[in-house]
């Protein structure tokens, strides 16, 4: 159980154009998904919390009109990168922890290299 | 500022022998701990969690909590080469408090046979 998916594995887009990554959640609902980017050799750095119907709420840096966060459902959450640049160019992850109590778990998807020309 | 600290290694341990990873995290409310391993290029997996004081095993892993001394650690027992990766610290508040995880920035594990 615990399964979150993220689609597409790898996208390559040209400079300026919007890439939509989708993040599910297979088998639970998810309350709370978390966005993560990662530079190669560093450490995951958390870029924005959302939950179900409610706007993200973007870490400090984040720039939230070029990092547009959906939590529609349950299930399903989209980040699109706008107006994508080459320093955009990272590895982006999603993770996802199911409702209520203490001790909650993340559960991660397996993540989206994204390279932006 | 929440911070967990975590020695960037790397850690190079021969197989078979028992790698030690330390965590230690500033919040004294904190009341979730997690160990993740993410190898290079691939996204984080959960290992263990672990919410009470005292250890926690699972297979060749054990969580180790202590909440006074505010670390936590994990032990591998028999070390194999497949264990090489980097392992990360997650801390929460949760009962109530903060969800949102705060991670160390890993420690680079080595198993060198």
């Known amino acids: 159980g615990a399964v979150v998916s993220q689609h597409p594995s790898w996208v390559i887009c040209k400079s300026g154009t919007s890439v939509k990554i989708e993040c599910r959640s297979l088998?639970?609902?998810?309350?709370?998904m978390f966005w993560y980017r990662q530079f190669p050799k560093q450490s995951l750095m958390l870029m924005a919390t959302s939950n179900e119907g409610s706007k993200a709420t973007y870490e400090q840096g984040v720039e939230k009109d070029k990092f547009l966060i959906n939590h529609a459902s349950l299930t399903l959450s989209t980040l699109t990168v706008t107006s994508a640049h080459p320093e955009d160019s990272s590895f982006y992850i999603c993770s996802a922890t199911s409702s209520g109590g203490a001790g909650e778990t993340q559960y991660f998807g397996p993540g989206t290299r994204l390279l932006v020309l | 500022q929440k911070e967990v600290e975590q020695n960037s290694g790397p850690l190079s341990v021969p197989e078979g022998a028992i790698a030690s990873l330390n965590c230690t995290y500033s919040d004294r409310v904190s009341q979730s701990f997690f160990w993740y391993r993410q190898y290079s290029g691939k996204s984080p997996e959960l290992i263990m969690s672990i919410y009470s004081n005292g250890d926690k095993e699972d297979g060749r892993f054990t969580a180790q909590l202590n909440k006074a001394s505010q670390y936590v650690s994990l032990l591998i027992r028999d070390s194999q080469p497949s264990d090489s990766a980097t392992y990360l610290c997650?801390?929460?508040?949760?009962?109530?408090?903060?969800?949102?995880?705060?991670f160390g920035r890993g420690t680079s594990l080595i198993v060198h046979p």
């Open positions: 997650a801390v929460t508040l949760g009962g109530g408090g903060s969800y949102i995880p705060t």
């Open positions: 088998d639970f609902q998810a309350t709370t």
